[in-house]
């Protein structure tokens, strides 16, 4: 008999036919949720809801304090010093505080501690990191065991008070920078990402003549902008928002930085005189004037935070993890 006259068989080949679009649907749904039915829309509608009202939580007190310093003055009279949206924009107050007096001189020297100090806080920190990541480094167990205890026992207020009397600290911009420049905690995030970087690419580099402070600007280092932008981020916001140094080191108004401002004039509620403001022909109400303390106070954290969100969380996992 030949073979095209056998008779056909069951076979398994047979071509399907295309899935129908309720089968896509289920198939996309098995896959965002790993294998488990979609929850019921109504569970759904709920977690909209409540990501709506945190959101809305977070975000109102925000619109407030904008609104409130750009409000006018017979607006905020009306509403007891604070609007959620202003019948008119009046910039008066930013132009008061932004003119000169105290909060613009306190706005320079925020600025500066926070530039000098992030860039002598990322110097520390990549230098250490690299020499405790390299095993070739004399004295690598006793420094990184230093390093570690520093951590687990911090020392107390005190202790470091009467060090930064005795060095000759006190009322100078310096208090506010040398005595926070290193962070155990960062030296160990980045110390674990150097570590990461395999170590065939730095043999190599080193067989090509490569010296090691070559190998650390030229390799290490632009392998590891997630982490660096990370830790930058870390030691610009800690610079920016701390005022407790300031309160125990500076004795001078005029060394006071921006958030020194902010906890005297806002959040002790002390009002602003025409002295401690720039020129102007009519002084604004002290809700908006407030208010726009407190916006400048924010605004540069915001305005940087974007540039580095993509980095956030490769840069701390990975620095976490691989530790």
Sequence with gaps: MALDQLPAGPTTGVASEPPSPARRDRRRSSRVYSGQPAPHPLWRLIKAVVLTVACAAVVLPFVGIVATSVAPGDQLARSSGFVLW???????????ILTGGVVTRSLIISIGVTLVGTALSMAATTLMAYGLARPVTVGRGPVLSLLLLSLLFAPGMIPIYLVVKQVGLLDSLWALILPSMLSAFNVIV?????????AELIDSARIDGASEWQIFRLISLPLSKAVLAVVGLFYAVQYWNAFFNALLYLNESSLWPLQMVLRTYVINGTNLSPADLGPAEVLPPQPALQMAILVISIVPIICLYPFLQRHFAKGVLTGAVKG
């Design 86 to 96: 202003p019948e008119s924009v009046n910039l008066e107050a930013y132009r008061s």
């Design 190 to 198: 980045v110390r674990s990402f150097f570590q990461g970087i395999p």
